[in-house]
């Protein structure tokens, strides 16, 4: 349960971080400098209450606490639009493909 706390905050930290690099001005507005950031999902109750816990844990005595409640992910996927593929074959030497 923990590791998959653990996993599940890394993934939503990488989106909320994407989402502040996005729009510094909104982070700037609605996060005091300082505080820390307990991030929470809809439909999730253990991870949050998870995140609640360690917020409370880890912040320093005067520290603010924002909590991020996420209520909807767009679907994962790639951002890749063009790659080369090298692959060795033994017998033909390499074959680079362009997908």
Not at 17 to 42: N, T
Not at 63 to 82: G, N, T
Request: hydrophobic share 45%; proline share 4%; net charge positive.
């Amino acid at each position: 349960m923990r590791r998959n706390c653990q996993k599940l905050n890394a993934e939503l930290g990488a989106e909320f971080d994407r989402y502040v690099a996005e729009h510094p001005a909104w982070a700037q507005k609605h996060i005091p400098p300082g505080a820390k950031v307990a991030l929470q999902i809809d439909g999730n109750a253990a991870f949050n209450a998870w995140g609640r816990q360690l917020a409370k844990r880890t912040r320093s005595e005067n520290q603010s606490v924002v909590f991020v409640r996420i209520e909807k992910l767009a679907p994962v996927r790639s951002r890749i639009l063009v790659f080369l593929w090298l692959v060795w074959q033994a017998v033909q030497g390499y074959t680079m493909l362009r997908v």
